[in-house]
Nanobody, 115 residues
Framework: QVQLVESGGGLVQTGESLTLSCAASGNIFRINAMGWYRQAPGKQRELVAT???????DYADSVKGRFTISRDDAKNTVYLQMNSLKPEDTAVYYCWAVSALSPYWGRGTQLTVSS
């Protein structure tokens, strides 16, 4: 089992920056990948950014050049640095991890970007 706890969401204005954090605990030694998904009202959950332990990173086209995923292995934490935020980035952001081929999700943190 892996537990994921997100933090850092909030209300920001267009063009501002914000960093989300996701702390992992439990059976973290079998984690194959971690990352972030988001779900806007009325839309399906979509990939934002993912990272493997080997450092392979994938971003959604809509966030490339604006968002950066990183990790602190000592803290078992993954971050999502978000710059130049847009109203269309408004969503609930979920931390995600795969451990022993099983997916795990955090409870989500709300980001609202006002225009």
């Amino acid at each position: 089992q892996v537990q994921l706890v997100e933090s850092g969401g909030g209300l920001v204005q267009t063009g501002e920056s914000l960093t989300l954090s996701c702390a992992a605990s439990g059976n973290i030694f079998r984690i194959n990948a971690m990352g972030w998904y988001r779900q806007a009202p009325g839309k399906q959950r979509e990939l934002v950014a993912t990272m493997t332990p080997g450092g392979t990173i994938d971003y959604a086209d809509s966030v490339k050049g604006r968002f950066t995923i990183s990790r602190d292995d000592a803290k078992n934490t993954v971050y999502l640095q978000m710059n130049s935020l847009k109203p269309e980035d408004t969503a609930v952001y979920y931390c995600w991890a795969v451990s022993a081929l099983s997916p795990y999700w955090g409870r989500g943190t709300q980001l609202t970007v006002s225009s």
